[in-house]
T-cell receptor
Framework: AQKVTQAQTEISVVEKEDVTLDCVYETRDTTYYLFWYKQPPSGELVFLIRRNSFDEQNEISGRYSWNFQKSTSSFNFTITASQVVDSAVYFCALSPEAGTASKLTFGTGTRLQVTL | NAGVMQNPRHLVRRRGQEARLRCSPMKGHSHVYWYRQLPEEGLKFMVYLQKENIIDESGMPKERFSAEFPKEGPSILRIQQVVRGDSAAYFC???????????FGQGTRLTVV
């Protein structure tokens, strides 16, 4: 069985602070895919990133960066210099398939509140 | 190109009634996925459909729930004889190919009273 744990239910930061959202996963598959999604107040889920289990390189996209560590089964997400527009619920997800909506197992999400 | 459209956004049903949730995928997308988000929980996969075919329904409850994606028109998730435990947000996603990026709709919030 697959499981994703996001231990941080809610995080509150002041604008311009850096913030890291934790994600720990469990799977018996040797090939798997990890995802992060953002859910803004409008409700839809916005795809942020997909990594496969064979690619442990960290990735940076603007103010966003992801740290994939297979040894600790973690796929953490860092927002540098946070902004108010980053306020949302962030979900980490796991799938045995590459499709970004295929049989995803989601964590319970971390609500990020960025204030001025 | 409009995004994935789900309607209604909010739906209230009395126990025992039927709920019909509609999902119009993005133009050119023939793959549709339904997920359910119960309060305080993450989203859970329900079903994956291609036009006129159910590909994977391993996450669908065995009774009262059904889904279709006809050749013409939106995908429909149908819940018969709703119970309070069906109250949740139901999300739909679509993609042009199974392995390509999928886009989620804004969800339908079902409340059973």
């Amino acid at each position: 069985a697959q499981k994703v744990t996001q231990a941080q239910t809610e995080i509150s930061v002041v604008e311009k602070e850096d913030v890291t959202l934790d994600c720990v996963y469990e799977t018996r598959d040797t090939t798997y895919y990890l995802f992060w999604y953002k859910q803004p107040p409008s409700g839809e889920l916005v795809f942020l990133i997909r990594r496969n289990s064979f690619d442990e390189q960290n990735e940076i996209s603007g103010r966003y960066s992801w740290n994939f560590q297979k040894s600790t089964s973690s796929f953490n997400f860092t927002i540098t210099a946070s902004q108010v527009v980053d306020s949302a619920v962030y979900f980490c997800a796991l799938s045995p398939e590459a499709g970004t909506a295929s049989k995803l197992t989601f964590g319970t999400g971390t609500r990020l509140q960025v204030t001025l | 190109n409009a995004g994935v459209m789900q309607n209604p956004r909010h739906l209230v049903r009395r126990r025992g009634q039927e709920a019909r949730l509609r999902c119009s995928p993005m133009k050119g997308h023939s793959h549709v996925y339904w997920y359910r988000q119960l309060p305080e929980e993450g989203l859970k996969f329900m079903v994956y459909l291609q036009k006129e075919n159910i590909i994977d329904e391993s996450g669908m409850p065995k009774e009262r729930f059904s889904a279709e994606f006809p050749k013409e028109g939106p995908s429909i998730l149908r819940i018969q004889q709703v119970v309070r435990g069906d109250s949740a947000a139901y999300f739909c996603a679509s993609s042009p190919l199974k392995w390509s990026e999928a886009f989620f709709g804004q969800g339908t919030r079902l409340t059973v009273v």
